[in-house]
């Protein structure tokens, strides 16, 4: 086994400049950002699958959000690899944002690692909660499998005081319980801009992938093979052209 794979999140395109409450964003530039980062997937990492965490338009919420998220859609078409696309807090309703892209599988599968994602309700304060009819998809994904699983998700599932990470899943300790129970490895997220990788005394991943959309445009590439799992930070070149 030797899944490689590549994670891109948080590009929060927009229309328009927010120097006032988001000055280290540079969302504007979110389809340039995020077609730049797909042609070093496609030719530097050659990934078995790529998963795209969510946030990808900043104004999700308003009547602008549809028409920005269609836009990007050609550049998400260029990923080479089998994929699966996640929305953020920031993107439309999961309903509104599955009429611009393909609803997701229960799970997808890969060089041996089973993928589940999980499109979760949101809690206060940026955080998410995962209910029981969730949590029973690790039980099925389970069934006849005997793979490395992986969580994916858009906020991050860290093991309450593992790091300083201020978001996480108001049921983390249920969640990271099931999930250990039924052989789950690792936890792959988007929403933390920062980025973090953790891995708690049992072995067990919890990455945070960071923000596309700040400078230095970073994305990560993560590789599971023979029971081992590697994060590896790439950041996108001639930041002085794209950084303005």
Same mark, same amino acid.
């Given at each position: 086994?030797?899944c490689?794979?590549?994670?891109?999140?948080?590009?929060?395109?927009?229309?328009?400049?927010?120097?006032?409450?988001?000055p280290?964003r540079?969302?504007?530039?979110?389809?340039?950002?995020?077609?730049?980062?797909?042609?070093?997937?496609?030719?530097?990492?050659?990934?078995?699958?790529?998963?795209?965490?969510?946030?990808?338009?900043d104004?999700?919420?308003?009547?602008?959000?549809?028409?920005?998220l269609r836009?990007?859609?050609?550049?998400?078409?260029?990923?080479?690899?089998?994929?699966?696309?996640?929305?953020?807090?920031?993107? &439309? $309703?999961?309903? +509104?944002?599955?009429?611009? #892209?393909?609803?997701?599988p229960?799970?997808?599968? @890969?060089?041996? !690692? =089973?993928?589940v994602?999980?499109?979760?309700p949101?809690?206060?304060?940026?955080?998410?909660?995962?209910?029981?009819?969730?949590?029973?998809?690790?039980?099925?994904?389970?069934?006849?499998f005997?793979?490395?699983?992986?969580?994916?998700?858009?906020?991050?599932?860290?093991r309450?005081?593992a790091?300083?990470?201020?978001?996480?899943?108001?049921n983390?300790?249920?969640?990271?319980?099931?999930?250990?129970?039924?052989?789950?490895?690792?936890?792959?997220?988007g929403?933390?801009?920062?980025?973090i990788?953790?891995?708690?005394?049992?072995?067990?991943?919890?990455?945070?992938? &960071? $923000?596309?959309? +700040?400078?230095?445009f970073? #994305?990560?590439?993560?590789?599971f093979?023979?029971? @081992?799992i590697? !994060? =590896?930070?790439h950041?996108?070149?001639?930041?002085?052209?794209?950084?303005?």
């Open positions: 086994m030797h490689r794979v590549a994670v891109i999140s948080d590009v929060h395109f927009t229309r328009e400049r927010d120097e006032e409450t988001a280290t540079q969302g504007w530039r979110g389809k340039e950002l995020l077609t730049d980062a797909v042609h070093m997937v496609n030719e530097e990492i050659n990934p078995d699958i790529v998963l795209v965490l969510g946030d990808l338009v104004d999700g919420e308003t009547e602008a959000g549809p028409p920005l836009e990007l859609r050609p550049a998400v078409d260029l990923i080479e690899a089998p994929m699966l696309v996640l929305p953020g807090n920031h993107d &439309p $309703a999961p309903e +509104e944002f599955y009429r611009v #892209f393909e609803p997701l229960e799970w997808m599968d @890969a060089d041996g !690692v =089973r993928f994602p999980f499109v979760d949101e809690a206060p304060e940026f955080n998410a909660w995962r209910p029981p009819e969730s949590l029973a998809r690790l039980v099925e994904a389970r069934e006849e005997d793979g490395p699983i992986v969580s994916v998700q858009h906020v991050p599932l860290f309450p005081g790091c300083d990470c201020p978001y996480n899943y108001t983390a300790e249920e969640i990271l319980e099931t999930m250990q129970a039924y052989g789950a490895v690792c936890a792959i997220s929403h933390y801009h920062r980025g990788a953790v891995a708690d005394a049992g072995g067990f991943v919890s990455i945070s992938n &960071p $923000a596309l959309c +700040e400078a230095p970073r #994305f990560l590439e993560v590789t093979s023979s029971g @081992a590697a !994060v =590896r930070e950041a996108l070149p001639d930041i002085s052209r794209i950084k303005q």
